[in-house]
C-alpha cells in the first residue's frame, strides 16, 4: 500500500510518500515545496495544488494523511495551515482518495511515543523505521513522513474510518500482539543496535600503558 502525508503550509509544504508490504515500511519519496513569499496567495495555494496532484497521479497512493487543524498561538500560522490543508483536501477528493487526519501530538506520540518529541527525535525515529541512510534535513519533509508513518500504523485493509475521528480505538479496538509498527520499529531498533555493536567491534583497542 501507498501512503501520501502531507505536512501543510503555503510558504513551505512538506510530502513524504511510504510503501507498506506486510510489517515493512520504505520510503519512496520525500521533500519540500518552498513557494516564494513575492507571490500571492492564491498563487501559492496553484503551487500547492499542483503538487500533490502531481504527487498523487505519479504515485497512485491508497491513502492520503494529513495534519489536523489544531488552535495555535500564533494566528497567521494557523490560517496557513488551514488553507494549504483545504487544497491537499480538494486534490484527495479530486482523486477519490481516503483521507486520514491527525493532530501534531498524536503523529508525535505514535512514531516517538511523546507528544512533545522535538524535531530531532521524530527525524531520527523517522530515519530508523523506514531504514534511511541519514536523518530527513527538512523539518516539514520528516513531519510528513512520520504523519505516512502514522497512517500505516493505523490503516486496516477494507476498514473504512471517519477521517475525523481521531479515537479510533472507540470503533476499532486494536487486537492483542503486536501491530506493523511496533515491529517494524523494534526491527529498526535492532537493526540500528547491531550496526552500532559491529562499529564497536571494528573500532582498534588501546593497549594500556603499562
Not at 497567521?76 to 477528493?93: D, E, I, M, P, Y
Not at 529498526?188 to 552500532?196: G, H
Amino acid at each position: 500500500m501507498i501512503i501520501l502525508g502531507i505536512d501543510p503550509g503555503t510558504a513551505s509544504l512538506g510530502y513524504g510518500i511510504i510503501e507498506r508490504t506486510g510489517a515493512r515500511l520504505r520510503a519512496v519519496d520525500y521533500g519540500v515545496l518552498h513557494t516564494s513569499p513575492e507571490t500571492t496567495l492564491p498563487e501559492r495555494l496553484v503551487a500547492v495544488h499542483r503538487l500533490v496532484t502531481d504527487l498523487i497521479e505519479l504515485h497512485i497512493p491508497a491513502v492520503v494523511g494529513v495534519e489536523r487543524l489544531f488552535f495555535s498561538r500564533n494566528a497567521q500560522t494557523a490560517f496557513a495551515v488551514g488553507q494549504a490543508r483545504g487544497v491537499v483536501l480538494l486534490a484527495a477528493a479530486q482523486h477519490s482518495l481516503t483521507v486520514r487526519e491527525a493532530t501534531p501530538n498524536v503523529v508525535k506520540s505514535a512514531i516517538a511515543g511523546y507528544g512533545a518529541a522535538d524535531k530531532e527525535q521524530v527525524q531520527r525515529m523517522v530515519q530508523l523505521v523506514l531504514g534511511l541512510p541519514e536523518r530527513p534535513s527538512s523539518d516539514d519533509a520528516a513531519d510528513a513522513l512520520a504523519m505516512a508513518i502514522w497512517v500505516a500504523n493505523t490503516e486496516r485493509p477494507g476498514e473504512r474510518l471517519n477521517s475525523g475521528l481521531l479515537d479510533r480505538s472507540a470503533i476499532a479496538p486494536l487486537g492483542r500482539g503486536k501491530t506493523p509498527y511496533e515491529r517494524a520499529v523494534r526491527e529498526a531498533l535492532e537493526r540500528d543496535r547491531a550496526a552500532s555493536g559491529a562499529g564497536e567491534a571494528g573500532r582498534p583497542r588501546r593497549r594500556r600503558a603499562s
